[in-house]
């Protein structure tokens, strides 16, 4: 029997009265703002245990964040570094469906997009950005 969290696979699912469960995948996505600015975070919480076939792809969505991160200077390229992550998944037989991350500032969703779609946009530094590639399992 496979047990999970039935919004764990949807970016920025609506919260509902269902209990947490044992084996559960719950996936929160929340912020703060501080002076007019925003934060982001997204964490992936399993609960009592992680399933079998659920590790592996934990750790490719892990490998590839930190791959990410190594990538993320100033003259980086946004195309290039979604599309590093994007011929990862889909080498592990994953679809890359959701932009690699996005701009942080005034607006909790800004500019740049980090997405293979995404105009040539060039990295400098101090831009805030968010690094967090995924996989979203359907059910």
Not at 70 to 99: R, S
Request: with cysteine.
């Amino acid at each position: 029997m496979l047990l999970h969290g039935p919004n764990s696979s949807i970016p920025h699912a609506v919260p509902t009265n269902r209990k947490i469960e044992s084996g559960d995948i719950v996936t929160i996505d929340f912020g703060c703002k501080y002076n007019g600015y925003c934060s982001d975070m997204t964490r992936t919480i399993f609960i009592d245990f992680v399933q079998d076939y659920i590790k592996p792809v934990y750790d490719l969505v892990l490998k590839n964040q930190e791959l990410t991160l190594n990538q993320l200077y100033d003259g980086a390229n946004v195309k290039m570094v979604a599309k590093m992550v994007a011929n990862d998944f889909e080498f592990n037989h994953f679809d890359f469906v959701h932009a690699l991350g996005h701009g942080v500032g005034l607006d909790i969703h800004e500019g740049p997009v980090l997405s293979t779609k995404a105009s040539d946009v060039i990295l400098r530094e101090n831009m805030v950005i968010t690094d967090e590639p995924g996989i979203y399992l359907p059910r």
